[in-house]
Every structure is written in structure tokens, then in C-alpha cells.
């Protein structure tokens, strides 16, 4: 064969066990491109920081119209491919990233951005996300044709379990990019099964051109990727000190000197303990630590044990090989890579202080709108679990570079309802808002230059509302002029590639479950990581509970006879009853191992439900691939609807759930059956 007309038509694989292999081959990939394209946009893309679950929302489009196509476009999906290619050239062709004529530590509020504004660059990567994902759900979807709907189901289920268990592999061996596109370069072709010389051009040119991208960004010098971000350094010398800088995806993050030369030049570093003149500081906390300059520095105040605290272990791993000191080498420092807050509720030390110094990760959980990875440190449960861990005449401290006057009352307004006392406050700089607060269990532990007094009575975080950077609660006028966009644009592009929407009609059930589930899902990512830590472990180890519990239920579904649908519904709200009742401070007293137990059945109790519904409800559809394309759908409007959570709480999440819920049941009555 020569040319693309000359190739015979390609028919689809018949034979059942050939059907799951590529059924498992598929949503495998689907879900790893997913997760790949999560972790690697936000590493270039600044703007994402604001809608880290931008390409989330951006797959559940693709991979929904991706199954609504099926059925209307025969021909093979070579179009993703170079999609993919092509988002991966603009990325890097235009990258956003701060102006590094700022300041060390950066947030993302009023700072100077250099490249593509966020409404060029953001509806690009949406739109370019779902075209990418949509290939590879209409093989799936094709696969789900050739099945028994439950069976179909499952076989999709344990390829998105080894979609996540792959890229968790990669993301412990600190895999970059090219390795991630190597896969996809591979794995995407042998699923299309292209014939003739011309398709298989098609198919080679985009895949090698995607690699040869992604080794070249992969190969840049002193660069490194770490399960969270994409890591920069570069040696520095000031006279005779030399020293490192770092950014992080693009940000300005960490300078590396030795603790003597910072002291003299930035003299804030040495207050936690200047302040506390009559604390020995022996045992010190750092949270935050991470290339070990604060570390240093606690040795160089006397401390006899250190307990470092790094989210990151690639920073660690800088501190290391590039901080002068070498403090991680001390024989009285104690690294521990784990999340702040996590660490506080699983130890029983106390220390004569404990300091945050700069935790700013400049980085969001995965797939969630706007929980950041030290999000938690900042609510006034945080506070009172730091109060608890002190010795008598401790001090708890704090420093950053706050952009905000009102971000400094926050916390310094936190501080004082948990202490009972106004903190020390010292504002060595008006730049970038450089603050120090300290804090002792009693004002005698404290020595003031300064003391903060309220001007903006700005009220605290809390562990149901932990959002730092939003002033006021509410859903920003940015994000509902993006989400409204969003679901313009997601109803057009279901429309030209979809098909009409009145196939999707008998259906409105499968849409609203899609919504509620992905309410759910939510609440369970940020539950787990109040309870057990934001880090990338936790959050891969939730994500892949969540499918072996829709797992189970589809297994329980194909081998049992379950109850109607009132009962598995009256089940689901004594689940969503459970799960509002049982309060996360209680379960945060919990030993760790019995907060785990606790954990799971109050989170996975309804979503086991939840999938018997819809596993039951999806085995009597009439037409498997637009069923399970609206489900898809409604589970993006449900990532739409997370943002309730910024004016309202995550909690309140479980009662938008129950109402979705409760009209997927009224829906459902009224849905023909097949």
C-alpha cells in the first residue's frame, strides 16, 4: 500500500481478549497522559497556579466528547498525536514564567510575568488538553462497543490503576519529561495500529518530534524534576561567598549561602531567636527546611537537635550538595521528607521552637483549584497544633515575603487568637512585604521591638476554608469569567464533535452522578490531605483508592444481586450523612494507623455506593459509549462546581453533592429503561 486511500479499511479487533488488552492498553494511557500533562504544564505554565485543575477539566472534556465520537467517526484518532506535539512546542516555545528581577521568594500575586498573557495561554492549553485525550478515548470508547458494558467498565478501571501506578513509579525515580513522552511516543502508535506508509508517517513524524522536545528540555543543565516541580540552579558568587540560586517551574525560590554570610546580609533570619532571649533552643522544629540555610542557622544558635522538615526531596537533595554548611550532615539534625502539618499531628516531641521558614511551595495539589501543598500550615488548627508541640517558654515563629499587608494580620492575627497575645512583628523590608512574626507560649518568652497591632481584621484560615491568599470568601471574578468560558466552550466542542445533544437526553442522570461523584472525589483528596499530608504519596495512594473502591463496586455489581436503586440511594445519603457528622479535628486526635481505618470508611463509604448506582444504572444504558461520554461530562461540570469550595468551605462540598444526588435519583425514575 502507498497511499492513505489505497489502505484498506481498518476493522476493529473482535476477538474479547484482544478487546480488554487494548481496552487496559488505552485507559492506561489516558490516565497517564492525564497526570502527565497535570505535572508538566504546571511546571511551564505559571498561569496554572491559579487553575491547577485547568487540564483536569481539559481531559474530562476530551475524553468525554472522545466517547460521544465514537460511534460517529470510524476512522482512527491520528489527530491527538499531533495535538499533543503541538501543545508541547507552544509550551515551550512561549513559557510564563516571574520576572526574576524580584525578590527570592515569590508568590503569585503582584509579581511581573514574562511571557503570554493568562487569556491567550490558558484557552490554548484547555482546548489543546482536550483534543490530546480525545484520541485516546475514542479507541477506548470503540472497546467498550465490543464488550459487555460491566466488563468494559472494569478492564477501564484496572488501566487507569496501572496508568497511576506508572507515572507514581516514574515520579519516584525522578523521571523527566522525555521519559513521559517516550511512553506516550510508544504506546499511542502500537493503539492505533496504523497501515500503509503514509498513516504510519503520520503517526512516526509527531511521535519522534514530541521526544525529541522533550529530551532537549530534559537535557538542560542543572536542571532537575522532582515529584512536585521542575527544579533550576545556578552557582552565584557575592565577593568571596559562594552560593546558589533555585527556581521552582519558573519562580524564584531558594537562595543557598552560607549561614554566617546570610545572618550579616539579611539579619531577619537571626530574629525567632533574638526575640526569645531567655529560650535555650535546644530543640528546634523547622518546617519548611528546605536546602537547609534555616537549619544552619538553628545550629549556629546552639540548638542540640534539629528536626527538618522538607516536602521536597530533590530540595534535600540540593541542600546536600550545594549548601556550604552541609547541615544536613550534622549528626544533630533529623531530616524528615514529609509534609509540615502531617508531621505535627503524627509526633509527640516538643520543642523550645518551632519555625515555618518560607514554606512556600509555589506549588498546588494535583488536579485540585486552589489547595496549595502548605495550604494546611497556615489555618488556626495548625497554629494550635504548633502550640501544643512547645515546652514551656517556647516560641512558635514565622518569615516570608507576604506581597500583602493584609496576608501579614492574617497570620499575624491567627497567631494572637491561638497565643492569647499579640506576636513580635518585625517588617525589615516594605519590598515584597518581608515580615518576621514570633511568638511565645507566654509574653514573657517574647522580647519585642515591635508588636502587631490589628489593621485590617482580616479573618484566619481554617482547615474547612484553608485558602491563605484569598482575602475575602468567595469565588473570584477571574475564575467564574474562566469557568464560564470553560463550559462555553466545553458545549460547543461537544456539539461539533459529539453530535448532537439530545442524544445525550436520556441521560441527564448519568450527567448529574458524574458532577456529584467528582464533588466527592474532591472532598476525599482534601480530606486525606489534612489528615495524612499534601505530598505526592498521599495523593496518588487516594487516587488509586478512589478506583479500587468504584472497582469493587463494579465488581460487587456484576457477581451480586444488589438492592433497588432507593435503597443503594438511601445508603449513598447515610454515607454523605456519615462523612458530614463525623468532624476532621476528631479524627485528626486518632492515633495513625486508626485514623486511616476512620479515614477510609467515611470517605470511600459513599463513593463504594455511589459506583453501584451508577454501575447498575450504566449496565442498562441503550448506547454504552454516549452514556459513559455524559457521565464523563458531568464529572467536569462537577470540577467546575469545586470552586463552591473558595466561598464556602470543603465541607459544604458534601451538601452539593447530596442535592446532585438527589436529582440524579428523581432523574433516574424517569429515564426509559434499555
Known amino acids: 500500500m502507498n497511499s492513505l ?11 474479547p481478549s484482544r478487546v480488554r488488552v487494548r481496552l487496559v492498553a488505552g485507559s492506561a494511557l489516558m490516565l497517564f497522559l492525564e497526570l502527565a500533562l497535570i505535572r508538566w504544564t504546571g511546571s511551564n505554565v505559571v498561569h496554572l497556579a491559579y487553575f491547577s485543575n485547568f487540564v483536569l477539566l481539559g481531559s474530562f472534556l476530551g475524553i468525554g466528547v472522545g466517547f460521544l465520537r465514537a460511534g460517529r467517526s470510524p476512522g482512527r484518532p ?4 499531533f495535538a499533543l506535539t503541538a501543545l508541547v512546542w507552544f509550551v515551550l516555545s512561549f513559557p510564563v514564567t516571574i520576572n526574576r528581577s524580584g525578590s527570592d521568594v515569590i508568590y503569585f500575586t503582584a509579581v511581573a510575568l514574562e511571557g503570554p498573557p493568562a487569556w491567550a495561554v490558558l484557552p490554548v492549553v484547555f482546548l489543546a488538553v482536550a483534543a490530546v485525550l480525545m484520541g485516546p478515548a475514542q479507541l477506548v470508547a470503540e472497546c467498550f462497543a465490543d464488550l459487555e458494558r460491566l466488563d468494559a467498565y472494569r478492564w477501564d478501571l484496572v488501566g487507569s490503576l496501572l496508568g497511576i501506578g506508572a507515572f507514581t513509579a516514574l515520579s519516584f525515580l525522578y523521571a523527566p519529561p522525555v521519559v513521559w513522552g517516550a511512553i506516550v511516543a510508544v504506546v499511542y502508535p502500537v493503539l492505533l495500529a496504523p497501515r500503509g ?7 512516526v513524524v509527531p511521535a519522534l518530534s514530541l521526544v525529541a522536545m522533550l529530551a532537549a528540555e530534559s537535557s538542560v543543565p542543572q536542571t532537575l524534576w522532582s515529584p512536585y516541580s521542575k527544579l533550576t540552579w545556578r552557582a552565584a558568587t557575592w565577593y568571596d561567598h559562594q552560593g546558589t540560586h533555585i527556581t521552582s517551574n519558573g519562580v524564584p525560590h ?8 546570610r545572618l550579616k546580609e539579611s539579619p531577619f533570619y537571626g530574629y525567632p531567636y533574638t526575640r526569645t532571649p531567655a529560650n535555650p533552643h535546644r530543640d528546634v522544629l523547622i518546617v519548611g527546611a528546605g536546602t537547609g540555610t534555616d537549619v544552619a542557622i538553628a545550629l549556629a544558635y546552639g540548638a542540640t537537635r534539629v528536626d527538618a522538615v522538607e516536602i521536597d526531596p530533590r530540595l534535600k537533595e540540593l541542600g546536600d550538595e550545594r549548601n556550604p554548611d552541609r547541615p544536613y550532615s550534622d549528626p ?13 499531628s503524627s509526633t509527640s516531641r516538643e520543642y523550645d521552637l518551632i519555625l515555618f521558614a518560607l514554606p512556600d511551595s509555589l506549588t498546588l495539589v494535583p488536579g485540585q483549584g486552589a489547595l496549595r501543598l502548605e495550604s494546611y500550615l497556615f489555618t488556626r488548627e495548625a497554629f494550635e497544633s504548633a502550640r501544643g508541640h512547645l515546652k514551656e517558654g517556647g516560641a512558635f515563629a514565622m518569615y516570608n515575603f507576604y506581597r500583602e499587608r493584609w496576608l501579614v494580620d492574617r497570620l499575624a492575627g491567627t497567631a494572637a487568637s491561638v497565643f492569647g497575645h499579640s506576636p513580635c512583628l518585625d517588617v525589615p523590608s516594605q519590598a515584597g512585604q518581608l515580615a518576621v512574626m514570633t511568638v511565645g507560649t507566654s509574653e514573657a518568652a517574647q522580647s519585642c521591638e515591635a508588636r502587631w497591632q490589628d489593621q485590617s481584621s482580616v479573618a484566619p484560615a481554617t482547615d474547612d476554608r484553608p485558602f491563605l491568599y484569598l482575602r475575602e470568601a468567595g469565588v473570584p471574578g477571574l475564575h467564574l469569567a474562566v469557568l464560564g468560558l470553560i463550559l462555553a466552550v466545553s458545549l460547543l466542542m461537544v456539539r461539533v464533535f459529539g453530535g448532537p445533544l439530545r442524544q445525550m437526553r436520556p441521560y441527564g442522570d448519568l450527567v448529574l452522578l458524574g458532577a456529584a461523584f467528582m464533588l466527592l472525589e474532591t472532598k476525599s483528596i482534601t480530606g486525606f490531605a489534612l489528615l495524612f499530608g499534601t505530598t505526592w504519596v498521599v495523593n496518588a495512594v487516594v487516587f488509586a483508592g478512589v478506583l479500587v473502591a468504584v472497582l469493587a463496586a463494579v465488581e460487587v455489581t456484576r457477581r451480586f444481586r444488589t438492592p433497588s436503586p432507593p435503597v443503594m440511594f438511601g445508603l449513598l445519603f447515610a454515607g454523605l450523612a456519615l462523612a458530614w457528622l463525623v468532624p476532621q479535628p476528631w479524627l485528626l486526635t486518632l492515633p495513625v494507623p486508626l485514623r486511616a481505618v476512620a479515614a477510609v470508611v467515611v470517605a470511600f463509604l459513599p463513593i463504594f455506593a455511589a459506583n453501584i448506582i451508577f454501575a447498575r444504572r450504566f449496565e442498562g444504558t441503550a448506547d454504552a459509549t454516549t452514556a459513559f461520554g455524559a457521565n464523563l461530562l458531568g464529572a467536569m461540570i462537577g470540577g467546575c462546581l469545586e470552586y463552591l469550595g473558595l466561598a464556602t468551605g470543603y465541607h459544604f462540598l458534601l451538601l452539593v453533592a447530596a442535592l446532585l ?6 432523574a433516574g425514575r424517569r429515564a426509559a429503561p434499555a
Open 5 to 15: 486511500e489505497e489502505s484498506p479499511p481498518e476493522s476493529p479487533v473482535r476477538s
Open 78 to 81: 491520528y489527530a491527538s498525536l
Open 197 to 203: 506508509w503514509l498513516r504510519r508517517m503520520l503517526v
Open 254 to 261: 531558594q537562595s543557598v549561602w552560607d549561614a554566617g554570610y
Open 332 to 344: 544533630r539534625v533529623h531530616v524528615h521528607v514529609d509534609d509540615g502539618r502531617a508531621f505535627l
Open 661 to 666: 444526588y438527589l436529582a440524579a435519583f428523581a
